[in-house]
């Protein structure tokens, strides 16, 4: 018996998430062979779609599975924000450490336990950068009575607003011309998002704040998981193993890509030295405290935890 996998994505051609999901389907294939179809809807947006449609369609079962930035279901599962601590996490590889560790097993179980889906991994959704349209930020007094497109969560809302920011949840298919028309002033974003949306034609300067490494968990409907047999689900493991692989490689070699792609663009790109970083960390330290007073102690010592192990290698 053939089992068919659908999954679906909302980004394009050249998106380290699109990438990333082939390589699961050619991985599932390979280790499955003619027992496994799989379909990929590479970019629903593009069919008129929204990109939030792609959770619904994934809980309802429409879609076997998807990738979706673990902010969106933080009202849900208020524990994911702990992925959301700006200026927390310094670098690439202490997030790696932290979202395959104790807290990101925990995690994915608080997220079956709550919602339709099962987490099977954890993908990299690009170092989070800000870009503005008239004026270069390189610190918070820049800021002030900007208005700025955030993702759709409270904690990021109040986060840039303690930067003097007025933040919008705007949906990732309205962005790019609500940057063009002039709705925002700034938003913020991975570079390759910044580059592959073409928001750059509008905002030509970026500052590289790092604030966040934005997570995209790799969502399946959970019933249907269950409905797998072991063998099934054990290549499923693999191939999303080895796509994880990738895909972050793929995410991390983007970054230099897009950044030296802006800059033969004539976009300005800001890099922030350490005591210009630590003032967004000052001015924001209040409202991530604020945020992580919602979690249990528990967690936040595994989040610690994972840290400051990958730290101490």
């Known amino acids: 018996m053939v089992t068919t996998i659908r999954i679906g994505g909302y980004q394009g051609d050249k998106s380290v998430h699109t990438r990333g999901g082939r390589v699961f389907c050619e991985e599932l294939k390979r280790l499955m062979g003619d027992d496994v179809e799989t379909i990929f809807e590479e970019n629903i947006v593009a069919e008129g779609n929204k990109a939030a449609d792609l959770l619904s369609r994934t809980e309802e079962g429409s879609l076997d599975g998807c990738y979706f930035s673990s902010s969106y279901l933080?009202?849900?599962?208020?524990?994911?924000?702990?992925?959301?601590?700006?200026?927390?996490?310094?670098?690439?590889?202490?997030?790696?450490?932290?979202?395959?560790?104790?807290?990101?097993?925990?995690l994915a179980e608080e997220v079956e336990a709550r919602t339709g889906?099962?987490?099977?991994g954890y993908w990299d959704n690009g170092l989070r950068h800000i870009s503005s349209a008239n004026v270069g930020i390189r610190e918070p007094a820049d800021c002030a009575g900007l208005k700025i497109r955030t993702l759709a969560n409270e904690d990021h809302k109040r986060v840039f607003r303690s930067?003097?920011?007025?933040?919008?949840?705007?949906?990732?298919?309205?962005?790019?011309?609500?940057?063009?028309?002039?709705?925002?002033?700034?938003?913020?974003?991975?570079?390759?998002?910044?580059y592959n949306f073409e928001l750059y034609k509008t905002h030509r300067h970026v500052t590289l704040t790092r604030h966040l490494l934005g997570v995209a968990l790799v969502l399946f409907n959970k019933e249907t998981v269950r409905s797998w047999s072991d063998d099934t689900r054990?290549?499923?493991?693999?191939?999303?193993?080895?796509?994880?692989?990738a895909q972050r490689k793929f995410a991390e070699?983007?970054?230099?890509?897009?950044?030296?792609?802006?800059?033969?663009?004539?976009?300005e790109i800001i890099e922030l030295d350490d005591d210009q970083r630590a003032s967004f960390a000052a001015a924001t330290k209040a409202e991530v405290d604020k945020t992580r007073t919602n979690f249990p102690s528990e967690l936040i010592s595994l989040f610690e935890q994972d840290l400051a192990r990958h730290e101490n290698r």
């Open 117 to 120: 889906y099962a987490v099977l």
């Open 253 to 267: 070699e983007d970054d230099e890509i897009c950044a030296n792609a802006l800059r033969a663009e004539g976009v």
């Open 163 to 194: 930067l003097g920011f007025e933040p919008m949840a705007i949906d990732v298919r309205d962005l790019p011309a609500a940057v063009k028309d002039g709705t925002v002033d700034a938003q913020e974003n991975p570079l390759t998002n910044i």
């Open 74 to 106: 933080a009202k849900r599962v208020p524990e994911l924000g702990l992925f959301d601590q700006h200026f927390v996490v310094p670098d690439r590889r202490s997030a790696y450490a932290v979202l395959d560790g104790a807290l990101g097993k925990r």
């Open 234 to 245: 054990q290549a499923v493991d693999e191939a999303l193993r080895l796509a994880t692989i």
